[in-house]
């Protein structure tokens, strides 16, 4: 069963940048739309991003766009995230996972903690 496993995480500045990677441990993402998500505490988890399944095409939450680039290999064993002038409400546990609307996904990881300070 494929795990994803998010790395990348950590503690910027607002204004910084921080690269998220999600390796799809014990197979591969093929043939899946992907998508990172974020929750924070008390909050439901959200979506932040979108990739098809093909890549070429992406779509983003209103607060991230323009920031935030998703991409993923062509191996279709990972997928990134690239976050850029990072605010104070990026702060949260991010994860990745298959694209909203998927029926099957995959379980969900542990995440990767982001913490922007002002």
């Known amino acids: 069963q494929v795990q994803p496993v998010e790395t990348g995480g950590g503690l910027v500045q607002a204004g910084g940048s921080l690269r998220l990677s999600c390796v799809a441990s014990?197979?591969?993402?093929?043939?899946?739309?992907m998508a990172w998500f974020r929750q924070t505490p008390g909050k439901d988890r959200e979506h932040v991003a979108t990739?098809?399944?093909?890549?070429?095409?992406?779509d983003y939450a209103d607060s991230v766009k323009g920031r935030f680039t998703i991409s993923r290999d062509d191996a279709e064993t990972a997928i990134y995230l690239q976050m850029n002038a990072l605010q104070v409400e990026d702060t949260g546990v991010y994860y990745c996972?298959?694209?909203?609307?998927?029926?099957?996904?995959?379980?969900w990881g542990q995440g990767t903690q982001v913490t922007v300070s002002s």
């Open positions: 014990g197979g591969t993402f093929r043939s899946y739309p």
């Open positions: 990739v098809s399944f093909s890549g070429a095409r992406t």
């Open positions: 996972n298959a694209a909203p609307g998927v029926v099957r996904i995959f379980p």
